[in-house]
């Protein structure tokens, strides 16, 4: 069984799209020098996403302390790439179809998704990467596994047969995915990435998450998400999880200074922080 690039554009195609605010904002901040004023005009154009933004900026995922009651004032206190990927999240989330006939958990996903994110600002934090600019990671941890839903929700006879497979086995699922469908959701989470007109950084991690062969030579992000993603299936209930974990490779070892035991010791703050999270699924779609 092989699926076939054009049946895979368009499993991709049929993903929804983002609103026009959110495109626009993408548009507007691809070239890295938006000016503030116009990112929170386009984003208090449209009111629900303001509502949104608002409510993730005065979660405890920031816990700044104060009431921020306008777009502007969130830029001010968090800065116009934590507002850009802020509306990324929530489009991204609010996108991704909730259920599926593939017998694909959206629970599980949802708190394997969640678990990455968290793992990876506190590893962001670690490494010296200033708190605003965290939120990067935590987004890209939180959509690293976006793949699995559109095959989930593209082929679910397939998938099912995917999924079933990985759990006898016991074996990491991408080998799965290549063998049975000629391609796996790393892959397919990048096209939608690029699809969705995502921060190519974002688009990526998303394909190079479980590319060990690949991690002397991945930024920082990617690394951080190889690491966070292995230290979420540590924490995958048994009976639901999809994957195994994987051992981290010589680079990402020594970019960390930890081996992945280390590492889940000194993330002892990650229960903390997955709470404070869960604002993002929360918001745009409802608690998964």
């Not at 989930?152 to 990491?172: D, I, Q």
Request: proline share 5%; glycine share 8%.
């Amino acid at each position: 069984m092989s699926a076939d690039n054009r049946k895979l554009f368009e499993m991709v195609e049929r993903m929804p799209t983002f609103s026009q605010s959110v495109v626009r904002i993408l548009q507007l901040t691809s070239s890295g020098d938006a000016a503030p004023k116009e990112l929170v005009r386009l984003v208090e154009h449209d009111p629900i996403l303001t509502m949104k933004v608002l409510k993730l900026v005065n979660s405890a995922y920031f816990g700044l302390g104060r009431q921020v009651t306008s777009i502007k004032q969130g830029v001010v206190y968090i800065g116009v790439n934590t507002i850009k990927h802020l509306a990324i999240s929530i489009a991204a989330i609010g996108a991704l179809p909730r259920e599926n006939a593939a017998g694909f958990d959206m629970d599980a996903f949802w708190t394997h998704s969640l678990v990455t994110g968290s793992a990876a600002r506190l590893i962001a934090q670690r490494q010296g990467i200033p708190r605003n600019d965290a939120t990067t990671w935590f987004i890209a941890g939180l959509l690293h596994d976006i793949g699995q839903v559109v095959l989930a929700h593209g082929m679910p006879a397939e998938y099912r047969t995917v999924l079933k497979a990985a759990r006898e086995r016991g074996v990491c699922i991408t080998g799965v995915e290549r063998e049975l469908l000629g391609t796996d959701h790393a892959e397919i989470g990048s096209l939608l990435g690029a699809h969705w007109k995502l921060p190519d950084e974002l688009v990526q991690t998303i394909a190079h998450h479980h590319d060990a062969a690949a991690a002397a030579s991945f930024p920082p992000l990617g690394m951080a998400i190889f690491a966070a993603n292995q230290v979420a299936k540590l924490t995958d209930h048994p009976d639901r999880a999809v994957s195994r974990v994987e051992p981290l490779p010589d680079a990402v070892r020594q970019w960390l200074g930890l081996s992945l035991e280390d590492l889940v010791d000194v993330l002892d703050g990650l229960p903390a922080e997955l709470d404070a999270a869960r604002a993002f699924v929360q918001i745009p779609g409802g608690r998964p």
